[in-house]
Structure formats: C-alpha cells, structure tokens
C-alpha cells in the first residue's frame, strides 16, 4: 500500500530562516511526488511536482529514492509562505490518476 | 488551469438525512475525483467520477452511502447519504483539465459538513 508520512503538524520559523518541510513516502514502484499548499481562506493548488524540477516561490524539493523522501526547502523563510502544505503521492500503477495525501504541515513564519 | 465551483459551500445537517454536494468546471475535464478530509486527517480519494458511467470506488467506500453522478464533462454530484457525525468533513472536488497533464489535479473550494 502507498502511504505519505509528514512527521511535523506544525513548524514554526522566523522571517528570514532556512524551512525543510519533510516528506516520506512508502511505495514499492516510481511514484509521482507533489507538494500541494493551501493558504488561509484559499482552496488547494499544486505547488511543484518533482517530475518539472522547477523551483515554485524559492521553494524546492528533491526526491530521494534512497531514503524514500521528498523535502520541501526554502531557503529564506517569508511570512506570506505560512500555509498548509501537503505532500502526496501517484502511483504509477494507477496511471498516476490516484493522489495519495500526507496528514499536511503548517508553517508558520513570524517576522 | 481549471474554475471549479462547489456547492453548497457548507451545511449543518441532522443525522439520517442525505446532502448533495454539486461540482462545476468551466471548461470540459478529462477527470474528476471527490476527496474526503476528515478533522486532523489528511485527503482520501473517495472515487473517480467517470463521464456516463458508473464511478470507480476507493476501498473502505460504496455506492450506497456515496453515489455519485456525472452526467457531462463539466458536472458531477457527490451524495453523502444517510449521514451520522461521523460523515462530519470537508468534501471536495478535483479535476483534471483537457490538455493538462494527467496527473496535475485542480481543487474546488470543498464542501464544510457537519452532520448533527
């Protein structure tokens, strides 16, 4: 089964600091990673997929097939950053249709 | 990308009763899906609404309790029937436009329940 581990509910930083929201994922295939974010009073939007390797608002993210992860790093924190982010998971024995979600991080970033 | 509209936005409803959830894309979509965030859990994919045919059920949910239409490429509805608290969630719908790549998923607004 696939499965999406975000250790943190919440990570708190201050304005200017480094952020790694973190990411695990058990899946036995080559999965399609993404991290979704959703800030206040706003609905769900992708933020990147690792299959674009491209850098969404400073952030980044690399997957790491070793240690099955896919972090989420900036590297200096803003306060409009502070949201909810999820990281989720598609399988490639769904035809990548299915979205298998983490339990989502909040970051909060304080000037 | 893709406007996706949903309603009602929220309800309170009583225990038993059943609450249609509407979902509306302005342009066609290949696919829609219907997701369930239960408080303090993350998204479940509930099924995949298939145009003119019979949706595709995740496992732990049934056609009975969740019936779904989808008459177009546009619309689909999603039934919570028959509801207890424990249906109690945010309930939403996404979409993937014509043209977009399979797997870039486009979120409605979801739909607040609280089942009394």
């Known amino acids: 089964a696939q499965r999406v581990t975000q250790p943190e509910k919440l990570l708190s930083v201050f304005k200017g600091a480094p952020v790694e929201l973190k990411c695990n994922y058990s899946?036995?295939?080559?999965?399609?990673l993404f991290w979704y974010v959703q800030y206040s009073r706003q609905r769900l939007q992708l933020l990147l997929r690792?299959?674009s390797r491209e850098s969404i608002k400073g952030f980044t993210a690399d997957l790491n097939k070793g240690e099955t992860s896919f972090h989420l790093k900036k590297p200096f924190a803003q306060e409009e950053d502070s949201a909810m982010y999820y990281c989720a998971l598609s399988p490639m024995n769904t035809g990548f249709q299915k979205l298998v979600f983490g339990t989502g991080t909040r970051l909060l970033v304080s000037p | 990308s893709a406007v996706i509209s949903q309603k009602p936005s929220r309800d309170i409803c009583q225990r038993g009763t059943s609450l249609t959830i509407q979902c509306q894309v302005d342009s066609q979509v290949t696919m829609m899906f219907w997701y369930r965030q239960q408080p303090g859990q993350s998204l479940t994919l509930i099924a995949t609404?298939?145009?003119?045919?019979?949706?595709?059920?995740e496992s732990g949910f049934v056609i009975d309790k969740f019936p779904i239409s989808r008459p177009n490429l546009t619309f689909s509805t999603l039934t919570v029937s028959n509801m207890s608290p424990e249906d109690s969630s945010i309930y939403l719908c996404s979409v993937v436009p014509q043209g977009a790549f399979q797997e870039t998923q486009y979120f409605g607004p979801g739909t607040r329940l609280l089942v009394l």
């Open positions: 609404a298939n145009q003119g045919s019979e949706a595709t059920y």
């Open positions: 899946y036995s295939g080559s999965p399609e």
């Open positions: 690792h299959i």
